[in-house]
């Protein structure tokens, strides 16, 4: 009996287990006036107990959203596309320049220093995350 209310007890304590997703330091880069790609970068912090997973993105600004990493071929820096980014818990799963970053493919307008791009983040298990992320050239 004992040991059926202990697993009873961890069960439920595993389905209350969930990922704490929050996006900290959004920003987009900018780019040259006649370039139709750029890219979003941001720290994604998982503070909960159990891993989420970013499946997409979509933004305001571009047809096409890809998740990326730069990787390096043969002394070549490439990007390549990802499927999904898993951020573990307690994890701060970190998008910047020269490694996972959000593709923006097919801009639909020149970007200018300072506007602001909507950026929606599918999550796995924490839903849908809508993130403002400025212009800026760092």
Partial sequence: MKKLLLAMVLVSGAAFAKPEIAIKDPWVRLMPPTSKVSAAYMKIENKGSSEDVLLWAKSSVSKITQLHKTITKNGVMKMVRVRKFVIKPGQTFILKPGGYHIMLIDLKHPL???????????????????????????
């Fill in 112 to 138: 200018k220093k300072g506007e602001k791009v909507t950026l929606w983040l599918k999550f796995k298990y924490s839903g849908m995350k809508k993130v403002i992320a400025p212009v800026e050239n760092r």
